[in-house]
């Protein structure tokens, strides 16, 4: 159980153009989805909590005209990337929240690697 | 500011060798969770612990979470090359909806 997919897995774009990656929770409904990026070599960094239904909250210092987060149901997030560029290629994951008594477990989803040209 | 800090950052070893890797914070966490990453893929959930003291076993990985709710360590017995990875480690604070992250261990199981 608990798993979550990404779509694409990979994606190349050109310079300006926008870019759609979805995350879904499979076999579980999650309120609440998590977006990363992670450099080479890095750890996690948060960009943003998703809550179903309502507004994103972004961590500061991500724009979030650019990187547009919806959550319209209870297993489907998506990110946009709009007017992508050069410095936006990354490893993009996600994850979804999952309550377990009186905590909660994140699962995340195989990534998505962004490469604008 | 790192609020967990993870170490080793990099680690290379020989297989049949045991290890450990620890995460330390000044905060306390409602619950603590290890992960394990693979190059280009997405972090896959080991172990969570959430009781002060606990201790969980998953084959030659033993987990621990203090006492006090502030730090946790893995260690690895007889470390084989599918070990080999990125662990992080990741914590979450009552009332916070968001994790925590470590800033990973990179792990090398040399034959």
């Known amino acids: 159980g608990a798993v979550v997919s990404q779509h694409p897995s990979w994606v190349i774009c050109k310079s300006g153009t926008s870019v759609k990656i979805e995350c879904r929770s499979l076999?579980?409904?999650?309120?609440?989805m998590f977006w990363y990026r992670q450099f080479p070599k890095q750890s996690l960094m948060l960009m943003a909590t998703?809550?179903?239904?309502?507004?994103?909250?972004?961590e500061q210092g991500v724009e979030k005209d650019k990187f547009l987060i919806n959550h319209a149901s209870l297993t489907l997030s998506t990110l946009t990337v709009t007017s992508a560029h050069p410095e936006d290629s990354s490893f993009y994951i996600c994850?979804?929240?999952?309550?377990?008594?009186?905590?909660?477990?994140?699962?995340f989803g195989p990534g998505t690697r962004l490469t604008v040209l | 500011t790192q609020l967990l800090e993870q170490s080793p950052q990099f680690l290379s070893i020989q297989e049949g060798e045991n290890l450990t890797v620890y995460c330390n914070s000044s905060?306390?966490?409602?619950?603590l969770q290890w992960y394990r990453q693979e190059p280009g893929e997405g972090p896959v959930l080991l172990v969570t612990v959430v009781t002060g003291g606990e201790v969980k076993k998953l084959k030659r990985l033993t987990f621990q979470f203090g006492d006090a709710r502030k730090d946790s360590s893995l260690h690895i017995t007889a470390a084989q090359p599918g070990d080999t990875g990125l662990y992080l480690c990741?914590?979450?604070?009552?009332?916070?909806?968001?994790?925590?992250f470590g800033q990973g261990t990179r792990l090398t199981i040399n034959p």
């Open positions: 905060s306390v966490f409602s619950s």
């Open positions: 994850s979804a929240e999952q309550g377990v008594s009186y905590y909660n477990e994140q699962f």
């Open positions: 998703s809550n179903e239904g309502s507004k994103a909250t972004y």
């Open positions: 990741a914590g979450e604070r009552r009332g916070a909806q968001k994790l925590v």
């Open positions: 076999d579980f409904q999650a309120t609440t």
